[in-house]
């Protein structure tokens, strides 16, 4: 029954249940009305006839459109996750491995300490920026589902290391603007509108309970001008502990929020019978009071402005080609035309008056269609309404739900898999040195000219640098002899093909890997262990 009850709710049965019973008892009024007094209620079918082509026609266009937004959304995030792929492995791959100029670099010893802990920085810096794009994606998420701030535990540990001020540290500010305007990132308060910054002191104070000192410092906006600027905490502990304090602490804990958090479910959702009531059911229920945050920023543009800014400084220190420039401009426009995207569904709904009017275009329809049916079904005008409703009131739903496709119904897409194929993405392209065509094109297990010639690529190697081509070739060597042998296996190849296909077609659709032939190659591999 469980199941049963999963797949009724991944429909738009539990949001149509109500008007759909509504419309059936109206029916089954005029129905019994009708048989009582003996009286045939009609209203005139030409009326109904063009009411229901225009109706049709209606709604088959607003499936139409809300199908097309739907489908824009999964093209944007599939624009981003190209872009995000294409973007990581130009950073991982091309980006070179110092973080400083080239100047500064021509001053360190190749192979010496110093040289290393250069890599060991450009490793930690690359792997730094495969997680903001990460971020990008993540932050994405929760935007176009109007979820504000980054204490997200899918999203906090990527961005929680960028700058908590507007304005950086370090530089005299002529402008007067104050210190403590603290950046978009942390600008959306917490449920209880509390505004709060990450802090690095892991040990500096402790939780009146004895545990860790919690991740987040909490001050409001007038008290910021004291925290170190990098940080987020002043430097010492007597500095920190001059901060108002909640509860006997100026630090405190914070619970951060699922990545995945749909609303919470109902009975409505369960028994959607109940919506019927549900204007006399909500005068007993306990109301509580909830503070919704704004979005305040566009964390993804934040985002979006920290991987913008580390390509300047690429560029500024001279370790990324020339060339390459374009290109990583082009996956950061493809990260920002996505988003623009989502933005540009999220922001042009359908227009309130049309989908009014269509609704009630449609219950006006299902309120004469008894009239129009009993006549000629009677009884069965009772089901026949019934169907009727659940058609056209469901294809106006679904409509409603596919429209913001970003959301947590059954309809919607899953930005959660998505988001976190991007993650696994970034970090199999992070587990991997950049490669070198040395170490793979010259191994044994490398058979560069299968099917013909089952020698590996040492093999073929030695035996066209040995005079006349070897004693397996006529003719020359070098590169005119591997160009005569690529010329005279073109042909052998389609010949084989060919063949193969025909084999395939004797085999039929249905052959497996049991049914080949007996004669097939094998191979002779390693378990491990």
Known sequence: MSIITRKIGQTVWPEIAGPVVFFTLCALAVTLGCELSGYAMKVN?????????????????????????WNAGRQAWSTLQTASRNLASLIWIHVGSTTLTVAEQADIVPGSDE????????????????????????????????????????????????????FPSGIEDSSDVPREAVSGIWRSPLPDGTY??????????????????????????????????????????????????EGGSAIRQVKLAPGYNPPRRTVYHYAPILRLFRPILSLFERREKVRKSPIATNLPLEIHLHLSGYLSTLMQRGTIPTTLVSI??????????SLGTMERVLSTPL???????????????????????????????????????CVFLGFLELGQQLEMPFGYDESDLDLDRYAALIAAELQEIAAHAPP?????????????????????????????????GGTDQAGVKGVPGMRH??????HELEDRAARDRSAHKKRGVGATWATADEAARTVHVCALK
Do not use: C
Request: no cysteine; proline share 7%.
């Open 196 to 245: 709060v910054i990450p802090t690095s002191a892991t040990s500096a104070l402790s939780s009146p309970s004895g545990v860790a000192t919690p991740r987040f410092g909490t001050a409001s906006t007038s008290q910021l001008d004291h925290l170190d600027l990098e940080k987020g905490l002043s430097g010492t502990v007597g500095d920190f502990a001059t901060l108002p304090k």
């Open 351 to 389: 227009p309130f008056a049309y989908l009014i009017h269509l609704r009630a275009t449609a219950y006006i329809y299902l309120v004469l269609l008894p009239f129009l049916l009993y006549a000629s079904l009677a009884w069965l005008t009772i089901p026949a309404v019934f169907i009727s409703a």
């Open 485 to 490: 042998f690529l010329a005279k296996h073109w």
């Open 436 to 468: 070198s065509p040395a170490t793979f094109v010259f191994s044994p297990l490398n058979t560069p000219f299968q099917p013909f010639d089952r020698r590996s690529a040492p093999e073929i190697l030695a035996s066209f640098s040995q005079s006349h």
């Open 45 to 69: 079918t030409i009326l109904l006839s063009v009411l229901t082509t225009m109706l049709s026609f209606v709604i088959s266009l607003r499936t139409s459109s809300a199908l097309e937004r």
């Open 115 to 166: 040289d290393e802990i250069e890599r060991l920085k450009s490793l930690l810096e690359k792997k730094t920026m495969l997680g903001l794009i990460q971020a990008f994606a993540t932050s994405t998420k929760h935007y176009v589902r109007g979820e504000s701030g980054a204490f997200y535990d899918d999203l906090y540990d990527l961005v929680k290391p960028l700058p908590k001020y507007s």
């Open 328 to 337: 990583f401009f082009a996956s950061l426009n493809s990260l920002a035309d």
